[in-house]
């Protein structure tokens, strides 16, 4: 076989304007997600699908979020009955355990969760943090300022670039980092949460944790739509351990929600 020659400067050139061409066809968004974890990605696929202008912000290389560990690094994903069409849409071949559990292959999840976002239209970007939000005259999220995550993680002083968006949603799990930012920046902020803050989550209850999740979903700040670990850490509601049906159908939620706000505004 010849060997093809190979323009390494060709190469680069095709990685540094193909990324500008694509980044820049997504600076005014209808949704940005912050977080490709099984909410964000959920989320994002079905607005994407409906036909809105998305993007996921990741702040890893990776995408999937806590999905990839499963319970303890056992690489399953255990999901309840009510969430099985959303995951089997995208094509993971769930087996049913009896008693309303189903599992499946953690990596199959991730990869074909993924897959169909970006089928769907989704632009994600990994290794993108979100490191503040963008207001309004009435303080309204109106984007997301971004950094590498690199930049992030080396702790450089590199000013950030801002991405507009009609509306974000905070998928960041545990830390609800949006919510966090919003309140650490706008002291007099009132969220729409039992104490008007974050007020962390409580120890485990699985079953008070996945059967208030699709309730707390909801957008607790103006601009800001609240979607899977992160509404129980900002509601206070428990965590729920190594299930996942709820973080899918509070991706599903938010992305019900979100698509009505578009259609009213
Ligand atoms: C960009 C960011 C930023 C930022 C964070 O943790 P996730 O998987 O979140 P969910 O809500 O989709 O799923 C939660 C689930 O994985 C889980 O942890 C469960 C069920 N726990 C129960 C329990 O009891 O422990 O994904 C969030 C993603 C991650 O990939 C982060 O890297 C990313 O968000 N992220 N990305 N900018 N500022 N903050």
Not at 187 to 209: I, K, S
Request: glycine share 12%; with cysteine; hydrophobic share 50%.
């Amino acid at each position: 076989m010849s060997v093809r020659e190979i323009d390494e400067a060709q190469v680069t050139s095709l990685i540094v304007s193909r990324f500008a061409e694509d980044f820049l066809a997504g600076t005014c968004l209808d949704v940005a997600v912050v977080g490709a974890g099984p909410a964000g990605i959920t989320a994002a696929r079905l607005l994407a699908a409906d036909g809105h202008e998305v993007a996921v912000f990741e702040r890893n290389l990776h995408v999937g979020g806590g999905m990839w560990g499963g319970g303890m690094l056992f690489p399953r994903v255990v999901i309840q009955e009510e969430a099985v069409a959303l995951v089997q849409e995208v094509g993971v071949s769930l087996k049913p355990a009896g008693d309303g559990y189903y599992v499946a292959d953690s990596v199959e999840c991730v990869a074909k969760c993924a897959a169909a976002a970006v089928d769907a239209g989704a632009r994600i970007w990994v290794g993108m943090a979100v490191e503040d939000v963008m207001i309004d005259e009435q303080d309204c999220v109106r984007g997301v300022v971004l950094n590498w995550g690199a930049v992030e993680r080396a702790q450089l002083h590199v000013d950030p670039l801002a991405v507009k968006a009609r509306l974000v949603i905070d998928a960041t799990g545990h830390e609800c980092e949006v919510l966090r930012t919003i309140e650490r920046k706008i002291p007099e902020a009132r969220l729409d949460t039992p104490t008007g803050r974050v007020v962390g989550e409580r120890p485990m209850n699985a079953t008070q944790a996945e059967g208030h999740i699709v309730a707390l979903t909801k957008e607790v700040y103006p601009g800001v739509i609240v979607a899977g670990m992160a509404c129980n850490a900002a509601a206070g509601a428990p965590r729920m351990g190594a299930i996942f049906g709820g973080m899918f159908l509070s991706g599903e939620r938010a992305a019900q929600l979100a698509a009505e706000k578009l259609s009213g505004e």
